[in-house]
């Protein structure tokens, strides 16, 4: 290919060449609008965490509502100003907060936070490449996050307050400005910013995919790759498939909403007066929604499911348990997850048989999680295992994953669903397997690849004591809700103390509330050690966890390019550890199985 | 170690081009929110109270236009191949007025839509019509963005930076103008079976 004389080829090669002559950036073009794709993670990581933050906040505050319906919280009115009236919150505030808590830690946490980090991080450096695809693209993914973002924030301020109607924005009630307060130009907002990330989304996924296809570095064929880039791989494709949909259904949303169009509305009396919205049906955004909405689950634990597969591996010094059967099931997940979007409309009226086929391609998604649980726990069989931070995050992980997914079992059926949908059960459910699971893996991350990414180490003994806060406020935050759903809580109810069969659970809210509070303190610890460390923490080696993949033959503060030299070629699977025979317990990727003549197996042998 | 650090798209191990490679992702996530729309119009159809109407004359010849259009952007990416820079001009130049003139023909045929009072919100409205509006509008605004590609080609052809050693725009441009055309395609006889 002699066609460099093409302005958009040049980017592709730009990162290449950059190391043969250094031109200097000057600060906006490394730390701003940065191409290289080691900054943009750190710019989505920053995000992540500014708006982990915000979520949480509002978690906190509507717990508070919710432990103590009683209490008047005037001391609140500093930051809360008119949502705060004698100390009482506004009821509609309330539901804002609840929409814009699930908005906040779904999309621009656990999504762009969580993928556009470690995706951008870790994809060029454990495939072996200088950089991303389209260098361009991938910076304009986060400036239109960023703007996502910003949008969003400015919601949070408008007179209206922020969008209300939950965070599945269901029409007709998110549809009608005059329904609620947060129908209003809070809603307007939240189409437009969820428009933006959507874009941001799609940029950032091709780009993905283009990558792992198409710069792989010599040697590293598909089945050489670290499960952590297959599990990115394949929920790039999942974003890719799926938020297009979204995408449709919230411009029909915006239609309705702006232009007098009828897709979702039909039949509607409101305050006494009939809408002139005929043929519409609210149903038909319940699918759209749905089917971005059951595969964006899994985009928000894939990734955590291939960076714990990774972590224990490293740290139980260790092959990981069936390396192809995790790849498998990676891809059965992948692709159950289109069909079974209908298992969160089991209450919408919907065709018993047609539930039940949705039910039964639900529950089929217990197998290959149940593959995946089993590899976890045979990789650390017996394991030699070493409990760094990011190795107990990893294993809190697994037990998170365990105690939610038992309870999806549970919902997955329909007969079972219709008494438990809307409670405080599926709260519990989905908060255990994807919340608070989604965010022990992206500490993981956190942890396990800080070295990388500034040259320093966290501090282990903070790390241990986040861990075990968080760990322990997570299940006596989500454990007791189980109990308030099988008796019926409803969630989103501003308050439940004027019907006497909840009044007997006021204690059990406020034990809840207690553990959220202390829980959210909790990542406090973490806040301080990660900026701490960034400035203060020890300096890193090359390879602080004697791990075999890529990212660890890169110097301790990788320069644009990555490698100083030439790219390294690889000549072996990631998970050589404690190989028998070998010199030391593991064997990074980059060693021919020539140097190893000691420890090589008999298959092994035709390749020395 | 000079050779050496070029290693990655020489030998890209997919064969195909990174950006031809991203051009095919975007055209399938496109493809993904026309998916959307036509689904929801079946699953809406077969629910009643749907508005039954004529299909605007229009159409049939604006997908002539676009079908003509994407010949000529066959033509010019063929005349750049063989180095013929002059019919490569001409060829760009048709296929933009073409796609202008369809995006016009599109306009055209919205005001027949009005005329024969199908229209896209209001009391009036039905979702049989404006879900037909969404999907020539969509359709439209990435015709917009195809145009934009391909003026982009165009000032490079004046810049004698497409020929055949350098195919490589105007390859991924001839692509996304095919797509388009297709997906009017298969929009048209979509609305024509549908409808």
């Known amino acids: 290919m002699s066609s460099a004389d093409i302005s958009i080829h ?45 979520g949480g906040f509002l978690s906190i505050l509507f717990r508070l509502q919710l432990g103590w319906p009683e209490a008047t919280f005037t001391f609140l009115e500093p930051i809360l100003g008119g949502w705060i009236e004698n100390g009482k919150l506004n009821p509609e505030f309330y539901l804002a907060m609840v929409t814009m808590h699930g908005t906040i830690m779904v999309f621009f946490v656990l999504t762009a936070g969580l993928s556009g980090t470690f995706f951008n ?59 609620i307060e947060g129908s209003k130009s809070g809603m307007t907002l939240w189409l437009i910013a969820m428009a933006l990330f959507i874009v941001s989304q799609l940029l950032g996924g091709v780009n993905y995919i283009t990558t792992v296809i198409n710069l792989r570095t010599k040697g590293m064929s598909m089945t050489k790759m670290p499960l952590t880039i297959w599990s990115f791989f394949l929920t790039a494709i999942l974003g890719l498939l799926s938020f297009p949909v979204l995408f449709s259904a919230a411009l029909l949303l915006i ?80 692709l159950l997850s289109f069909v079974v979007w209908a298992h969160h409309m089991f209450v919408t009226g919907m065709n018993p048989f047609l539930g039940s086929v949705f039910m039964f391609l639900t529950l089929i998604i217990a197998v290959p999680s149940a593959v995946k649980v089993f590899n976890w726990l045979a990789t650390l069989w017996r394991g030699n295992i070493r409990f760094t931070a990011a190795m107990m995050f990893s294993i809190g992980f697994v037990s998170l994953f365990i105690a939610g997914g038992l309870t999806g079992i549970i919902l ?26 989604a965010f022990f893996g992206m500490f993981t991350g956190v942890y396990h690849w ?70 959210f303190g909790a990542q406090f610890i973490f806040l301080f050690n990660f900026i701490y460390s960034i400035f203060k ?38 998970y050589d550890y404690s190989k028998p025979g070998a010199a030391e317990d593991y064997i990074p990727q980059t060693v021919p199985f020539s140097e190893t003549q000691s420890s090589n197996l008999p298959h092994e042998k035709d390749l020395e | ?41 079946i699953v809406r159809r077969f629910e009643g109270n749907w508005l039954e109407f004529e299909l605007p004359a229009a159409f049939l010849i604006n997908t002539v236009i676009i079908l003509l259009s994407s010949a000529s952007m066959q033509l010019a990416h063929n005349a750049a191949n063989k180095n013929n820079l002059p019919m490569v001009k001409i060829m760009l130049l048709l296929t933009i007025g ?71 725009q105007i390859h991924l441009c001839t692509i996304y103008w095919h797509f388009l055309g297709g997906l009017w395609l298969f929009l048209y006889i979509f609305l024509r079976i549908y409808n």
């Open chain 1, 450 to 519: 800080f070295p990388k990414m500034f040259g320093r180490m966290m501090d282990e003994k903070l790390g241990y004591i986040h861990f075990w806060l968080t760990f322990v406020a997570v299940y006596l935050v989500f454990m007791p809700m189980h109990y308030l759903g099988i008796a019926g809580f409803p969630r989103r109810y501003y308050s439940w103390t004027t019907f006497d069969s909840f009044s007997m659970f006021g204690d059990l809210n406020a034990f809840i509330s207690i553990a959220a509070i202390i829980g």
């Open chain 1, 121 to 179: 991080f870790l994809i060029p450096l454990q495939i072996g490449a200088r950089d991303m695809a389209s260098g361009f693209m991938n910076m304009l993914s986060f400036w239109f996050f960023f703007l996502a973002s910003v949008i969003l924030f400015i919601s949070l301020f408008l007179d209206s307050g922020p969008a209300g109607g939950g965070w599945t924005v269901y029409p007709p009630l998110s549809a009608l400005p005059q329904a």
């Open chain 1, 10 to 54: 040049k980017d592709v090669h730009h990162a290449h060449d950059e190391h043969d002559h250094h031109h200097d950036q000057n600060f906006f073009e490394k730390y701003i609008f940065s191409q290289d794709h080691k900054v943009i993670g750190k710019q989505f990581l920053f995000m992540g965490i500014l708006w982990a933050f915000i």
């Open chain 1, 537 to 574: 923490g020890r300096r890193a080696s090359m390879n602080p966890w004697h791990s075999n993949t890529l990212e660890w033959t890169t110097p301790p503060l990788p320069g644009h390019g990555n490698w100083p030299g030439e790219i390294p070629a690889v000549y072996r699977w990631p």
């Open chain 2, 98 to 168: 073409l796609g202008i003139a369809f995006l016009f023909g599109q306009l055209n045929a919205w005001g027949e839509l009005v005329n024969n009072k199908v229209f896209f919100g209001g009391s009036e409205s039905n979702p049989a019509g404006s879900f037909l509006y969404v999907l020539t509008g969509v359709h439209g605004f990435h015709l917009v963005t195809g145009l934009i590609f391909l003026l982009i080609v165009l000032v490079a052809s004046f810049r004698f930076k497409v020929h055949s050693k350098s195919m490589l």
């Open chain 1, 255 to 334: 239609f309705d909403r702006s232009f007098g169009t009828s897709f979702y509305l039909s039949d509607i009396y409101i305050a006494g007066e009939a809408l002139a919205n005929t043929g519409g049906s609210p149903i038909l955004f319940q699918h759209l929604f749905w089917f971005l909405g059951h595969p964006e689950v899994y985009i928000v634990i894939l990734p955590s499911f291939g960076m714990v597969s990774e972590v224990i591996s490293t740290n139980a010094r260790k092959p990981i348990f069936g390396y192809r059967a995790m790849i498998g099931s990676l891809l059965g997940i992948a």
């Open chain 2, 1 to 41: 170690m000079m050779v050496a650090n070029k290693l990655d798209e020489e030998n890209s191990p997919a064969g195909v081009h990174p950006l031809k490679f991203s051009l095919w992702l975007i055209i399938v996530s496109i493809f993904m929110m026309f998916a959307a729309f036509t689904s929801a119009y």
């Open chain 1, 412 to 437: 997955g059926n329909s007969s079972l669903d219709i008494h438990l949908h809307d409670t405080y059960f599926v709260i519990a459910h989905f908060h255990l397997v994807m919340g608070a699971a």
